[in-house]
């Protein structure tokens, strides 16, 4: 059974920094591609970064490059998602997801983790 766990969600002040995590389970982590999305509320989900998981090579939304950086530990099944700077805006839930690899960054998955909440203080 595929599982996707992510925590490091909270509360944070502007301009303070978070990383989040998402524990991968139940398929082949280096066969994936993985993403971090996220949704504010009263908003549709939004695509924020993508990793392949055999090159590691990312690419991010144009709201996340500069702030956000994502990151994967293949011997720990994780992915990670650095983020600085926060904003008031960043508020949201902060999902993980994956798909059979490669992926058009920003188009649909198969997996979905279940969110973690990141509120942003101003």
């Known amino acids: 059974e595929v599982q996707l766990v992510e925590s490091g969600g909270g509360l944070v002040q502007a301009g303070g920094s978070l990383t989040l995590s998402c524990q991968a389970s139940g398929f082949p982590f280096v066969d994936y591609d993985m993403a971090w999305y996220r949704q504010a509320p009263g908003k549709e989900r939004e695509f924020l970064a993508c990793i392949s998981g055999v090159e590691e090579s990312a690419d991010y939304a144009k709201s996340a490059k500069g702030r956000f950086v994502i990151t994967i530990d293949d011997t720990q099944n994780m992915v990670f998602l650095r983020m600085f700077d926060l904003k008031p805006e960043d508020t949201a839930v902060y999902y993980c997801?994956?798909?059979?690899?490669?992926?058009?960054?920003?188009?649909?998955?198969?997996?979905w983790g279940s969110g973690t909440p990141v509120n942003v203080s101003s």
């Open positions: 997801a994956a798909s059979v690899g490669p992926i058009i960054c920003g188009g649909d998955m198969e997996h």
